[in-house]
Every structure is written in C-alpha cells, then in structure tokens.
C-alpha cells in the first residue's frame, strides 16, 4: 500500500490546443479510494494512464510512496489496472488469465495457485475457475479481471469505468462490491467513471475534472453540501441543482422572496468587479411546498416562488416536478422533489421555498462559490 501523488501533472498530446490533464494536483492516502469523475473528454483517463505509466507526463510530477515514478516503465511502478473492456485472454482459463501477470513475472507455480484460490474465493470465483471467460457472464468476467488485479497484490489498484459493460442492476451490485472489496483489502484505489452516482458512492473522495482541470477533490458529503462551483453545482446530483441566475440588489439576494445567505465579502468583489447578477442553487429536494398538499391550489398562497407544473415523474417512494416560474423577472425551469403520496398534477401550481441553509450562491461570471 502506498499514497499516491499528482503534483502539477500535466500532459499535452501532440497538437493538442490545450494540456488535456493541466497541473493536477492531488494528495491520495494510503488505503484511499479516490474517483476521478467528469463528463467525457475531461481528461480522468489521460490523468489515469499518467499514473499507470501509459501515458507521457510532459510537466509535473506522480509518484507512488516516496518514489518518483514520472518516467518509470508501468511494470516498475507496482500497480495493477483493471480496464474497461477486462482484456481477458479468451483462450485461457480463468484460473491462467487470473494467475497470467505472476507467470510472467516469475512467481513460482505453488504461490500462483495458493493465490489466484485467495482471490478466487474473496471472488466467488472458485468453481469457474477451469472455464474459459467465454462461458462466462458478464458479472463474472468482471470479477476475473478484479481477480487478476487482486492476485498482484499491487501498491496501488487502478480502475478504468470497470462497470461499464454491466447491465444497470449489475453495476449497482458490483459497485457495491469493489467498494467493501477495497475496503477489505485496504489498497490504494484510482478509480475512473464518468457516472457521477457511481463517484458518490464508492469513492472516499471524488476528484472533478472539467477541461483538463480539477475542480474540487472533496468527499462525497461535501461535494453534495459545499460545491465549490458552478460546475460541480450541476453536475454532482440527480436530477440536477436548480441553478437560477438572479439580481445583485442592496438587500443582497433573492430568490422569490426568500433572502439566501451569501458571504457578504466575495459578494462584495462580485459587485465591485462589476457582475450585476449571480446564480442561485437549489437542489430539487431542498424545497418546502409552501401550500402543505401538493395537490392544492390556492389564491392566497403563502410565500413562495409559483411553480407551474408541466411534467411529474413518479418514482413510488418520490417523484420529481418539472414546472416552470418567474423568478426575478424571467421564466426559468424548476425541478421540485415531491414526496410519492403527495404528486401533483399537470398545471398544478405549486409555492416553493427554499429550505434553510440548502441554497447556494455562485458568481454567474466566474462560477466561483460566493455562499458559505
Ligand atoms: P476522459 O477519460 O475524461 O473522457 P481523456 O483523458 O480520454 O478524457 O481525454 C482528454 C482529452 O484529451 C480529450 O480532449 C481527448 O480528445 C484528448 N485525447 C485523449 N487521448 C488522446 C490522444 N491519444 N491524442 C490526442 N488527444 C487525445
């Protein structure tokens, strides 16, 4: 087991017009699972190969430990990846595939099998371990290839969107999976997916990248409550921040007529640097229905912003409103989490509040976090 370190990592592809991973700096601890998330092409990848050693790191620095491993081979560095596709040998059995890095490197053939019949076992691997992959399912290739990185009993595991051949109830119990199994072991993880969902839930901490830059390495609980930007704001939750863009006024700012708190210093130097508005956050569940039933509409509602409903979608235990609302003078889109015995209907007008200490404020200009 070993940390693992980014320190200014940065790698430009030959005639790339921007670093496609630029300066990234990441501390990782011993026995941490870190995920490395963001939309496609935001370079988790890029950043993952520079660990495994596949890829140049034309600037900056990665090590593993105390080792500075930047220009070492991947077969110095004392890792194990686990990629997308598996890369399973199909001609071999899953006992040879499991065991194949170990003959390769020498180990003798006793601790090959007193091994792959650890791993096979903390797998549920054991009586498939003379099939070929071929006559396996797809949960159970994705086990071997766990397998073969296990076996290794690297410093470090790595892991390249490994779920994402699997079928969506698949991906929800492997994932659980490989999160205690991690957590059993206790090695080192990097992780990469592009399932915000998945980061939250398996990940100690999660890393966001946008661009080639990260955005916040955070846990996943502060991720949620304290998105340090715009763009974590919307892309960290399902469905996502209600992000409303609304005046700078002297008494601060709005949303309806409820006050949200904002630092009134980084709210100072939005202003003086001449933003005229910011952008409000609110996630879907982070809403009181003002009228109490959400089924009623009334004339003299209580305050609230009125929230027209165009679309409800009914997940049993909750259900989600898409409506439409003046806020500070424009129609924006609303996104409101209803409780499931509670769904109103198409056209229902519901009066919407924030909840206290659930809003967030963003300088609509930079993106920056300007709320406590
Ligand atoms: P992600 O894994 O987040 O989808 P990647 O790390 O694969 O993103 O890619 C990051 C950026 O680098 C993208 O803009 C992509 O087009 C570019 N890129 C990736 N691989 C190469 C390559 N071999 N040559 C040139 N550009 C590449």
């Known amino acids: 087991m070993a940390t693992v370190t980014f320190d200014q990592a940065t790698r430009i592809y030959p005639g790339g ?4 991973v630029d300066k990234l700096n990441i501390d990782i601890a011993d026995g941490e ?6 939309p496609s092409g935001c370079g988790k990848s ?16 990665i090590r593993i430990g105390d080792r500075d491993v930047t220009h070492l081979p991947p077969k110095d560095r004392d890792i194990a990846m686990v990629f997308q596709n598996y890369a399973l040998y ?6 040879d595939n499991m065991g194949f890095a170990l003959k390769i490197a ?20 054991t009586e498939y371990l003379s099939r070929k992959p071929k006559a396996l399912s797809g949960g159970q290739r994705q086990r071997v290839a766990m397998g073969r990185a296990i076996v290794r009993e690297p410093q470090v595991f790595l892991m390249d969107e490994p779920l994402s051949n699997l079928d969506a109830k698949l991906r929800v119990q492997t994932r659980t999976q490989i999160a205690s199994l991690q957590r059993r072991l206790g090695t080192t993880t990097v992780y990469v997916t592009h399932d915000q969902v998945e980061a939250m839930t398996m990940g100690d901490r999660v890393a966001v990248l946008k661009d080639g830059l990260l955005q916040q390495v955070d846990s996943p609980r502060n991720m949620y409550d304290r998105p340090a930007n715009l763009f974590v704001a919307g892309f960290i939750g399902s469905p996502a921040m209600n992000l409303v863009e609304v005046p700078i006024t002297d008494g601060g700012v709005t949303f309806g007529n409820s006050v949200v708190p904002v630092n009134r210093e980084a709210l100072k130097a939005a202003s003086d640097s001449g933003d005229k508005t910011v952008t409000v956050g609110v996630r879907p569940e982070h809403f009181e229905i003002a009228d109490g039933e959400a089924k009623s509409v009334s ?11 165009n679309v409800v979608e009914e997940l049993g235990a909750d259900g989600y409103v898409y409506g439409s609302a003046e806020v500070a003078g424009s129609q924006v889109d609303i996104v409101v989490r209803v409780g499931g015995r509670s769904v109103p209907l198409k056209g229902d007008v519901l009066h919407v509040v924030p909840r206290g200490g659930e809003t967030h404020v963003f300088s609509t200009s930079t993106g920056e976090r300007l709320s406590d």
């Open 33 to 38: 699972f870190l995920v490395l998330v963001g």
């Open 90 to 95: 199909p001609h071999m059995t899953v006992a």
């Open 299 to 309: 004339k003299d509602a209580p305050a609230g912003v009125a929230v027209t409903v």
């Open 46 to 61: 890029t950043s993952l190969r520079m660990l495994a050693g596949l890829e140049d790191v034309n600037d900056g620095a």
């Open 106 to 125: 020498g180990v003798n053939k006793a601790e090959i099998r007193q091994r792959v019949e650890e791993a096979a076992k903390i797998l549920d691997l």
């Open 17 to 20: 017009d921007r670093p496609a």
